[in-house]
């Protein structure tokens, strides 16, 4: 199956093809790599290195930053809002944290307002335009809104009457679009709502659509099943995320059971993550960088304990392996699982979407330099303790850790396929896209989501 998209995409001409690691992104992910033990000083140089990609790709006034990368069915202007919203929290975790809003000469507050101000104000050339049913933009929506109240002190509270409505009106406008595919969809327009609400600004605060998503989905250890696909990764990188902030943003919503649903996916999580590599399976793989979110997100709720050091070493265990993999370019991340892989990224992928992979950063650059999840001793990741097998029949999933091969493995019950290989990008592919100026790649949904089992050592799509 090819996915397709009906016609000519918006600025296709514009999108900046692919550049590959250069000397700059090999020394970055050296220095990264060699400063074992001080994971502060290495992750905040990791900052620095996205930090300096933003400023690089941003357009003037910060709007959108356009990444260099394969091209999106959501068109060159909606990319360039991703590439700005996926971003900024990672920006805005920073000041959020009480570091210094210069950071190597940049002026990431300034920055983050002219961006805010801009993509908000219906006369300027760079909004972002009007939500419609089912759009992008009430994607990005949760992040900019997650972004503001991360940099309140900063520029909401410093902002005029006038400024804060202007960003306000945009982003209530998640309440007045329709969303047809009841899925992790449902929960942006509440993670809006939560922000304002929390900055004083009157927004819907009933919360139904999460209330329906977790009556609808909610299967055990925090992870739900998520339409059209099912179970996978998005449980990470997306479904505890928001469960996360709605926590922080709404304390008083459902409390008992979000605290223990992101403790639990942050425990199942931490069985799912090795050195040697994630059992990774499904779709937007690319936001790979982000599976330990949940474990991050346990540690924000428990910040004494045994959390802290796990969710340290659970982020330095994925960021170490995909950096030694070559995932770093050009201030960016690839449009992959390492380097950048065509048969991986689905039609609405473009660049800047990877930067979801940041939101294991965002998470960690919260806390502040003393906080116990810098300073507290690294705990061992459970495949690195002891062998272990975890049964999760309402998943349809079985765990499996070696502590010697340091090898897990997701064996899935209903799946009867030995291995699926991917369907390769054909030249037939390529010469489509050309004509039509339209993204043509293999959706590859039977190697992401058929097979009996799925490897960390041996992830899916290196399977010869």
């Not at 089912?134 to 929506?141: L, Y």
């Not at 929960?187 to 939560?194: E, G, I, R, T």
């Not at 070559?326 to 990224?345: A, E, H, K, Q």
């Amino acid at each position: 199956m090819v996915e397709l998209g009906t016609s000519a995409v918006e600025g296709y001409g514009d999108f900046i093809p692919i550049r590959p690691p250069g000397a700059e992104d090999r020394r970055i992910a050296n220095r990264f790599l060699s400063q074992a033990g001080d994971d502060l000083a290495r992750f905040t140089r990791l900052f620095g290195y996205f930090v300096a990609g933003f400023y690089r790709h941003a357009i003037p006034g910060f709007a959108r930053v356009h990444y260099p990368g394969m091209p999106s069915i959501r068109g060159h202007r909606i990319t360039g809002l991703e590439g700005f919203a996926r971003t900024a929290p990672l920006l805005a975790a920073w000041l959020h944290s009480g570091r210094p809003g210069v950071f190597e000469g940049r002026d990431l507050i300034e920055s983050l307002a002219q961006g805010l101000l801009r993509g908000t104000d219906p006369a300027s050339p760079d909004y972002w335009g009007d939500m419609a049913d089912d759009d992008q933009r009430m994607v990005e929506a949760a992040d900019i809104a997650r972004t503001v109240w991360l940099s309140r002190n900063q520029l909401w509270d410093r902002w005029s009457r006038a400024e804060r409505e202007r960003v306000a009106t945009w982003l209530l406008q998640v309440n007045g679009s329709q969303i047809r595919v009841r899925n992790n969809w449902l929960l942006f327009p509440d993670v809006v709502n939560a922000a304002l609400n929390a900055l004083g600004w009157p927004a819907p605060d009933g919360y139904e659509n999460y209330l329906e998503f977790k009556r609808l989905h909610y299967r055990e250890r925090g992870w739900f099943f998520d339409i059209p696909e099912g179970i996978d990764f998005y449980n990470c990188w997306g479904i505890t995320y928001d469960l996360f902030w709605l926590r922080q943003l709404a304390p008083a919503l459902d409390s008992r059971f979000l605290n223990d649903a992101i403790r639990q996916s942050g425990d199942l999580t931490a069985h799912l993550i090795s050195p040697e590599g994630i059992p990774i399976m499904g779709r937007s793989v690319c936001y790979r960088t982000a599976v330990p979110v949940p474990v991050l997100a346990a540690a924000h709720l428990t910040p004494t304990g045994n959390w802290p050091g796990l969710a340290r070493r659970a982020l330095a265990a994925v960021w170490d392996y995909f950096v030694r993999r070559g995932v770093l370019t050009d201030g960016t991340l690839t449009m992959g699982y390492f380097g950048n892989d065509p048969r991986l990224i689905d039609g609405y992928t473009g660049p800047g979407s990877s930067h979801w992979g940041l939101r294991s950063l965002v998470l960690a650059m919260m806390f502040d330099d003393a906080a116990p999840f810098w300073n507290a001793e690294a705990e061992s990741l459970p495949v690195e303790r002891r062998d272990y097998k975890l049964r999760l029949p309402r998943l349809g999933w079985m765990v499996t850790g070696g502590q010697k091969s340091k090898d897990i493995v997701i064996t899935i019950a209903g799946n009867h396929r030995r291995r699926v290989r991917l369907e390769p990008v054909t030249l037939k592919m390529l010469r489509e896209e050309q004509a039509r100026e339209t993204p043509r790649r293999p959706k590859n949904h039977a190697a992401k989501y058929l097979a009996r089992s799925y490897s960390a050592k041996c992830p899916f799509m290196v399977m010869l």
